[in-house]
């Protein structure tokens, strides 16, 4: 099992930028797949960007509304993954969550799963207009 816990949350005006980051403890950190998702209120959850196992850049997948303005990373000697944000819009404010699923062998060695078990506690990101 892995635990995870985000920081780095806050206010922040339009056009501003903000960095989240997620510490995982417990499990190997460099045996498990990553993502940010987000959820305003009365809104669905969605994926914001996930990262395989390795940090790998070409495993990196973005939602459309975030591609050319986030970037996530994952740093497995630090056991984090950060989600950088920049050009923040008003429709970014939402509480961002990290998430992990353990990856899993494939023939051309591991996948990420589409399903992420393990969730940290949410930090709240809100962007004024």
């Known amino acids: 099992q892995v635990q995870l816990v985000e920081s780095g949350g806050g206010s922040v005006q339009a056009g501003g930028s903000l960095r989240v980051s997620c510490a995982a403890s417990g499990d190997t950190y460099s045996r498990y797949c990553m993502g940010w998702f987000r959820q305003a209120p009365g809104k669905e959850r969605e994926r914001v960007a996930t990262?395989?196992?390795?940090?790998?850049?070409?495993?990196?997948s973005y939602a459309e509304s975030v591609k050319g303005r986030f970037t996530i990373s994952k740093d497995n000697a630090k056991n984090i993954v950060y989600l950088q944000m920049n050009s923040l819009r008003p429709e970014d404010t939402a509480k961002y969550y990290c998430?992990?699923?353990?990856?899993?062998?494939?023939?051309?060695?591991?996948?990420?799963?589409?399903?992420?078990?393990?969730w940290g506690q949410g930090t709240q990101i809100t962007v004024s207009s």
């Open positions: 998430a992990a699923v353990r990856r899993l062998p494939s023939a051309g060695g591991w996948f990420c799963p589409p399903q992420y078990n393990y």
């Open positions: 990262i395989d196992s390795t940090g790998s850049s070409g495993s990196i």
